[in-house]
């Protein structure tokens, strides 16, 4: 089973106004193109969770007026959007991936989506995600470059709405792997800053301290370009504009790492020769890839990173007692038992054992941290290979833990391809160096 349409993300949003400056009704001819590939993808798809079409047709002629008049509210006035539905919204139902409305009494918008308002984004609707963003797959998304695949994981909405062109951008979470795999799966560009570096405020959590709020995006303008104005209105604690940049600039990485763990083990014969190639070609370029054969200090860290799958579920475990015991009080079917048994493992854990939990995930960041010193970024693959077939498991997470138990920024980027199907490549950048590292996405998107 194939899509229905040949499938892309959507034009640059960015691009789309400077090129049509002259234009009455630029943000309304983008909304109408990324709608129409609504109208002929979603039936099939199944990327969103509700939508209002007639709100944001009015938004968007708001904003071609403000365009017009030389007073837009933002560089984002204009850019369609759609939010994963654990962001709580003031006009739309938050139903945590579950048959229940799960909205507060008061509704609300999340922090980031009253910044990316006030701003003018149009936020068109919200976007599936699995119960409670870690029970269970999702089995209503499909992958919009081949219906028979899965999506991903938590964030699978997200990534089929973009991947299919249906929006210039959506808002994703991840606390183990939510943005990067669906958005390797789906062609998507995929970006988790450094942990804490975005506000939270207002988005159901798994485990606070792994949970990242994050962007997908077809265009790399549109993603930083709205990272930036997020960063200055809805920043995490003491991080007010360290994503603003003004001037981007394509920036080679110099030296980057090769992280060769048991999940790149994982990988078929074509997606490591894809994975393979994508290095060869950086190679070529100048740049040094060192791999752990050639480095001690990768080869530990490659080795201290197999504890970190087992880490990072004990850590999820500790941290969902709470609201999630509550929850399970009264269960209509919504926590599945994945979910029932990393609360009851989290429940038994002694406070000796957390410390310890800790301690070990302070000193992996430690040792990390100093390595980055020597390197300017560590790859690895996105996934463990294109989105499989079938809807009933959405792929091995070995791959995506790291990043993210680690706390550090990374981007996938949609720049290989096997089988036919995207596969991304993840790049992992120094903690709170996320513009740095967006000028290394920038180079190896234009010449890797």
Not at 149 to 174: I, K
Not at 286 to 302: A, F, I, N
Not at 416 to 423: A, S
């Amino acid at each position: 089973m194939t899509s229905p349409l040949p499938c892309a993300t959507a034009p640059s949003f960015t691009h789309h106004l400077r090129a049509n400056t002259g234009s009455r009704h630029p943000v309304r001819d983008y909304l109408e193109s990324c709608l129409a590939t609504l109208d002929a993808l979603e039936p099939s798809v199944g990327a969103f969770v509700c939508y209002d079409l007639e709100s944001t047709r009015s938004a968007a002629d708001e904003s071609d007026r403000r365009w017009r008049a030389g007073h837009p509210l933002s560089p984002i006035d204009g850019l369609p959007i759609g939010a994963k539905d654990i962001l709580y919204t003031a006009d739309f139902p938050t139903r945590l991936g579950t048959p229940r409305d799960w909205s507060p009494r008061l509704r609300i918008d999340a922090a980031c989506l009253q910044a990316t308002q006030e701003g003018g984004a149009l936020l068109l609707g919200k976007l599936t995600t699995t119960a409670f963003a870690i029970g269970g797959v999702s089995t209503h998304t499909r992958n919009p470059h081949d219906l028979a695949r899965t999506p991903g994981g938590s964030s699978s909405g997200a990534a089929a709405a973009v991947g299919g062109g249906m929006l210039a951008a959506a808002f994703g979470t991840q606390t183990q792997g939510s943005l990067i795999r669906p958005a390797s799966y789906c062609g998507t560009i995929a970006m988790k800053p450094t942990w804490g570096t975005l506000s939270l405020q207002g988005v159901h959590p798994v485990a606070p301290s792994l949970d990242h709020l994050g962007l997908m995006a077809g265009d790399l303008d549109d993603l930083q370009g709205l990272l930036g104005w997020l960063s200055v209105k809805a920043p995490g604690p003491g991080q007010a504009g360290c994503l603003l940049d003004d001037t981007p600039v394509a920036t080679p990485p110099r030296r980057i790492g090769v992280l060769l763990t048991s999940g790149t083990d994982e990988l078929s014969d074509a997606s490591g020769t894809a994975f393979d190639q994508a290095l060869e070609r950086v190679a070529r370029r100048g740049v040094d890839v060192v791999t752990p054969t050639r480095h001690d200090g990768l080869k530990r860290l490659c080795e201290d990173l197999e504890q970190v799958h087992s880490w990072s579920l004990q850590l999820i475990g500790l941290e969902m007692q709470w609201p999630y015991r509550q929850y399970l009080a009264d269960n209509d079917g919504s926590i599945d038992q994945r979910m029932i048994d990393l609360i009851d493992q989290g429940s038994r854990m002694s406070v000796t054992d957390a410390r310890t939990l800790h301690e070990q995930r302070l000193g992996l960041m430690a040792r990390c941290d100093g390595l980055l010193e020597e390197l300017d970024a560590l790859v690895l693959p996105s996934a463990s290979g294109p989105a499989p077939v079938g809807l009933t498991s959405s792929g091995s997470r070995k791959n995506l833990v790291y990043a993210t138990f680690l706390g550090l920024p990374c981007y996938s980027l949609p720049v290989m391809r096997v089988d036919g199907m995207p596969f991304g490549l993840q790049v992992i950048g120094k903690r709170h160096r996320d513009v740095h590292l967006g000028n290394i996405a920038r180079w190896w998107l234009q010449h890797g």
